[in-house]
């Protein structure tokens, strides 16, 4: 036996199937509270911290273990009563058993231990979040998996990690209209066009807008769906406020939601949403935020800095969202993104808003953009780099530009902590100082943690 494998040896006298009671002290992202039992760290979804339950062991690993809740045994007076009958079991959220005032401080938390701890920022003033007027019905999108093991395939999400479905008959967390869509494709599924669409299709992606009730939906199939298009018209007779049905297919993974090609199977392939004065035309699939209530917020705190107008760029842009809001304040933006169809949509909404001499839009990779010195003139020239990247974070090639340019201000819209304390731990290695961090509560109810935060060049005289 060699070294590696004496320390991968449990030290525990834990075993799969033993039960035991166990108090718990944290929270994770992903809904598992931790405890500690002879030194082992155990997780189980279900307790919250401050809270004693006896659970099951499932599996033991070299330094962890994963239990399932038997029974609570002492209950914290942050738990909140779940609203939804799947809750637990669905792996759209995580947090619906912590009251929200408690879910909020709980986020606060999340991103302070990141940027201690993973960006080296100790005595960082977190600012408290913004939370929502009402956490719930907030997401104007969903992604409906078809599962095809039953006879008749049946629509749900997928289970907590897992990618088994957990059948639903409507979601209090996507907007009302979307969750009515929910129950009646349910009522439709067994229907004969409605039954052949379903046995194609891998997803269902629907859209909805606030400002006019409108919505989309795209059936995503591996190739192009004869089925999708006899369906087309019942859908948009069945679905009140659907103004259009699109076939989503070219699937670039077996797991892709949607596909790389669209074509139009009825009515339009976009609706038309409003935040603040701006006009947004969006389809299912678009690089859009879920959330249009918490962007209109972030508008609000925008808005002072704003007065003095410059020079934006604007990375990872999506349909531009963003990127019109500075527009409209009378900025001259420069917009990135590696979706050529965000573009797209991003040029097309300039137009319809009539920002389109504000505006230029480039389709491509950041860091491709960077190595190639496309940026390095737009960077020199902004006064204000805004970066709203994917969880992975920005590239390093990407901050090392910025910083190089001397850009005297950035505004980092994050929505993982750990990858945004990696990014502003190097940031502030190269003289940005940390002015403000805001979290925005852009996804109630979840794990997620979206924070705004805002920097300053410590070096300004470096630029001349």
Not at 6 to 25: D, H, M, N, Q, Y
Not at 316 to 339: D, I, P, S
Request: charged residues 25%; neutral net charge.
């Amino acid at each position: 036996m060699t070294t590696r494998d004496i320390a991968l040896k449990p030290r525990t006298t834990l075993r799969a199937g033993a039960e035991l009671e166990v108090e718990f002290s944290d929270l994770l992202a992903n809904g598992q509270a931790v405890g500690r039992v002879d030194g082992m760290v155990v997780f189980c979804f279900g307790p919250l911290p401050q809270e004693r339950a006896r659970v099951r062991i499932a599996a033991v690993k070299p330094r962890y273990a994963v239990a399932e809740m038997v029974e609570l045994r002492t209950t914290s007076p942050q738990r909140a009563q779940p609203f939804c009958p799947v809750f637990g079991t669905c792996g759209g959220c995580q947090v619906q058993h912590l009251e929200y005032a408690s879910q909020l401080a709980w986020k606060r938390e999340v991103l302070r231990n990141a940027l201690q701890r993973i960006g080296g920022l100790e005595g960082t003033e977190i600012r408290e979040p913004v939370g929502m007027r009402d956490p719930r019905a907030y997401r104007n999108k969903m992604s409906l998996v078809v599962d095809h093991h039953a006879t008749s395939p049946t629509i749900g999400f997928y289970r907590q990690r897992s990618h088994d479905v957990v059948p639903i008959d409507g979601c209090p967390i996507v907007t009302p209209q979307l969750s009515a869509y929910v129950a009646r494709l349910g009522e439709l599924r067994a229907a004969g066009e409605i039954d052949a669409l379903l046995r194609d299709a891998r997803h269902l992606v629907a859209r909805g807008a606030r400002a006019t009730g409108q919505a989309v939906l795209t059936v995503t199939t591996p190739e192009q769906s004869p089925a999708a298009q006899r369906a087309a018209g019942e859908l948009m007779t069945a679905l009140p406020g659907l103004v259009g049905v699109t076939n989503s297919f070219d699937l670039g993974s077996q797991n892709a939601i949607v596909g790389r090609r669209h074509r139009v199977l009825a009515g339009e392939a976009e609706i038309e949403e409003v935040i603040g004065d701006l006009r947004y035309r969006v389809s299912a699939g678009s690089f859009f935020q879920v959330n249009v209530e918490m962007v209109g917020r972030i508008f609000e705190f925008m808005e002072p800095r704003l007065k003095n107008p410059g020079n934006v760029v604007d990375l990872y842009c999506g349909a531009g969202t963003f990127a019109l809001y500075f527009a409209r304040h009378g900025c001259h933006v420069f917009g990135v993104e590696e979706n050529a169809q965000a573009i797209a949509e991003a040029q097309a909404n300039a137009r319809l808003n009539d920002l389109q001499d504000y505006t230029r839009f480039q389709t491509g990779r950041v860091e491709e953009l960077v190595a190639g010195g496309a940026l390095q003139t737009f960077l020199r020239e902004a006064e204000l780099v805004f970066l709203d990247p994917p969880r992975k974070g920005c590239d390093q090639a990407a901050l090392e530009a910025i910083a190089e340019a001397g850009v005297p201000e950035i505004w980092y819209l994050s929505c993982d902590p750990a990858t945004l304390a990696r990014d502003l731990r190097l940031l502030a290695a190269k003289a940005y100082r940390l002015r403000i961090v805001q979290p925005f509560d852009m996804f109630p109810q979840t794990g997620h943690v979206e924070a705004l935060v805002q920097l300053e060049y410590s070096d300004a005289g470096r630029r001349y």
